[in-house]
């Protein structure tokens, strides 16, 4: 039985990870900063599989949040096989109208956040030898500009980069990462605008997606992976 920790596994595509990992016999951990919206996650979870998963608050963007969970992971002794670096912060608009604030809050979530999560996961201190594979959930618009994503885009290329560089320095050392990159997916992030949202892809299909490179083959790894709808992008 595997240990999986899912960053934002209170709702939409973590949560339907969530849901994949443990119908799989997996130990799943989450977090995710509203401590509500974890607790209700927790609840349905426990329900269907007890004493298999737990969920604790932490915000990926504050370093010192971070630092704290890989110290209570250490503690605990609990190695972490399957790191899903998922959570996600989507402001829309344009450039010239986005504020600083909302740009480092997405950087922030976005790039600094996985990264400090890979820290902490990868540390050999926490690992004692056990391999680590890492799914990062990025998005199409890391591999193409769409007017209106703000920020957003640029974060989740850099987040890209990042996992490209970090595959390169660890894929020999047992870490091995692969890029999902979704296109548009009926989840909460959309934050119930007006859109078609059957043309949208469901959070089962990305977390498929998920769970078929964290299983896949010791000697395979899925590098990169795209989803689009089935219509295309909206
Ligand atoms: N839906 C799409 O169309 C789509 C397409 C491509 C990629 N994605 C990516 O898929 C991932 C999941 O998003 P989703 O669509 O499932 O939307 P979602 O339901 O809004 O999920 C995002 C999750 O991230 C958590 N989160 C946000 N900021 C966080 C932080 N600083 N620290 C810890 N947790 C944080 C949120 O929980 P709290 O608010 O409680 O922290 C939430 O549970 C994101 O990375 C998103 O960019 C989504």
Known sequence: MRQVLISGGGSGIGLACARRFLAAGERVLFCGRNRERLESALRELEAAHPGQVAARVCDVSRAAEV??????LRA???PIDVLVNNAGLFVAGSLLKAEEEQAQAMWETQVLGPWRLLKICADPALRQGRPLRVV?????????AYAACGFYGATKAALASLMDTARAELRDKGVEISNVYPGATETPIWGGRELDYSKMMDAD?????????ADASSRALVEELVLRPASGDL
């Not at 299909?205 to 490179?213: I, K, L, N, P, T």
């Open 205 to 213: 299909a990305v977390a498929a997606a998920v769970q078929a490179c």
């Open 67 to 72: 630092t704290a969970l890989g110290q209570w």
């Open 136 to 144: 990062n959930v990025i998005s199409v618009t890391a591999l193409k």
């Open 76 to 78: 605990e002794a609990l």
